[in-house]
Nanobody, 117 residues
Framework: QVQLVESGGGLVQPGGSLRLSCAAS????????MSWYRQAPGKEREWVAH????????NYIDSVKGRFTISRDNAKNTVYLQMNSLKPEDTAVYFC??????????WGKGTLVTVSS
């Protein structure tokens, strides 16, 4: 079965960095684009970043452009989100997502990122 397991969250001061990881299993990882989303307290889940199956194309929400970098290692079945220059408004639970060709959508359980001094 498809599993997505996020890790790497934690408490960081404003201006700091974190790298999130999402380990995937149960499908042919190298065939699928992957996405990161986040959900801040009291807010709706929002899309953050997307990467194609080869990693050749990436896209970001405007608020993280120039600060976050999505990447992937198809040999390790893992997608990453490098987050630099973190701001308090980046505080959220971060999720990875995949949509398979069948139309089925899978989410991980998320990892909490807290940006606070």
């Amino acid at each position: 079965q498809v599993q997505l397991v996020e890790s790497g969250g934690g408490l960081v001061q404003p201006g700091g960095s974190l790298r999130l990881s999402c380990a995937a299993s149960g499908f042919t990882f190298s065939n699928y684009a992957m996405s990161w989303y986040r959900q801040a307290p009291g807010k709706e889940r929002e899309w953050v970043a997307h990467i194609t199956n080869t990693g050749g194309t990436t896209n970001y929400i405007d608020s993280v452009k120039g600060r976050f970098t999505i990447s992937r290692d198809n040999a390790k079945n893992t997608v990453y989100l490098q987050m630099n220059s973190l701001k308090p408004e980046d505080t959220a639970v971060y999720f990875c997502k995949v949509m398979l060709r069948s139309g089925a959508v899978y989410w991980g359980k998320g990892t909490l990122v807290t940006v606070s001094s």
